[in-house]
């Protein structure tokens, strides 16, 4: 299984912008997908925006479209998450997963993905 660690987190204000970065190390050959999702206090962790991991399409939640940029670096075995435009409401724990089973259909489920990072907090002030 893959091993993943955010870095990048902190606080930024309204209309700023924040890099998260994820590193996977462990069994990355046939990784299928990486995610970030978030998770606000009291909240459910939802679905922020994936990548494929060998043709790099991209899908994102639509609260976050036009602003967030996912990517990732197969060589260096990193996940990027580029967060523009920031709002308060963008405030939550963020976290990085990754899955090794492939679908037809975008993976935007929590249930879906195997290995999780541990989270990185993400404060927007107004």
């Known amino acids: 299984q893959v091993q993943l660690v955010e870095s990048g987190g902190g606080l930024v204000q309204a209309g700023g912008s924040l890099r998260l970065s994820c590193a996977a190390s462990?069994?990355?050959?046939?990784?299928?997908?990486m995610a970030w999702f978030r998770q606000a206090p009291g909240k459910e962790r939802e679905f922020v925006a994936t990548?494929?991991?060998?043709?790099?399409?991209?899908y994102y939640a639509d609260s976050v479209k036009g602003r967030f940029t996912i990517s990732r670096d197969n060589g260096k075995k990193t996940g990027d998450l580029q967060m523009n435009s920031l709002k308060p409401e963008d405030t939550a724990v963020y976290y990085c997963?990754?899955?090794?089973?492939?679908?037809?259909?975008?993976?935007?489920?929590?249930?879906?993905?195997?290995?999780w990072g541990q989270g990185t907090q993400v404060t927007v002030s107004s």
């Open positions: 997963a990754a899955n090794y089973q492939r679908s037809t259909d975008w993976q935007i489920s929590a249930g879906e993905y195997d290995s």
């Open positions: 462990g069994r990355t050959f046939g990784m299928s997908t």
């Open positions: 990548i494929t991991w060998v043709f790099g399409s991209t």
